[in-house]
Nanobody, 125 residues
Framework: QVRLVESGGGLVQNGGSLRLSCAAS????????MGWFRQAPGKEREFVAV????????YYADSVKGRFTISRDNAKNTVHLQMNSLKPEDTAVYYC??????????????????WGQGTQVTVSS
C-alpha cells in the first residue's frame, strides 16, 4: 500500500509563488514515476507535470511550462512542485500521484494508481 500526503498549498496573489510537497510511504519510492495533477471546480482533473524515477526527465503541461518545476528527492521519499508566476487560472486542488503499473511517465490520470488527498491552491487576481 502507498500513502501520499501533499502540503504547501494556500492563498497567493497573482504573480506569486508556492512550493508544494508530497511525502510518500509504503513502497520503494524511487522505483516509480511521480506526477502532479490539478482539478478546478467544475472541471476534469488535468495533468500538470511528471518526473521519471531517477528525476532525470520531466514533462509539463503547456499551460505551466516555464513557470512550474517538478523535482524529487528519493532519499527523503518526496516530490516537489515549485510554482512561480502564478495566475488566477492556476487555482485548483493539486494532487500528487504515483504510477505503479508502468515505469513510463504518464500524462493521463488513469495511468496513475495512488493519489494523495490534495492541497488547495488559490491565486487571487
Amino acid at each position: 500500500q502507498v500513502r501520499l500526503v501533499e502540503s504547501g498549498g494556500g492563498l497567493v496573489q497573482n504573480g506569486g509563488s508556492l512550493r508544494l510537497s508530497c511525502a510518500a510511504s509504503g513502497r520503494t519510492f524511487s522505483t516509480y514515476p511521480m506526477g502532479w495533477f490539478r482539478q478546478a471546480p467544475g472541471k476534469e482533473r488535468e495533468f500538470v507535470a511528471v518526473i521519471t524515477r531517477s528525476g532525470g526527465t520531466t514533462y509539463y503541461a503547456d499551460s505551466v511550462k516555464g513557470r512550474f518545476t517538478i523535482s524529487r528527492d528519493n532519499a527523503k521519499n518526496t516530490v516537489h512542485l515549485q510554482m512561480n508566476s502564478l495566475k488566477p487560472e492556476d487555482t485548483a486542488v493539486y494532487y500528487c500521484a504515483l504510477e505503479y503499473s508502468t515505469l513510463v511517465p504518464g500524462t493521463r490520470a488513469d495511468e496513475y494508481d495512488y493519489w494523495g488527498q490534495g492541497t488547495q491552491v488559490t491565486v487571487s487576481s
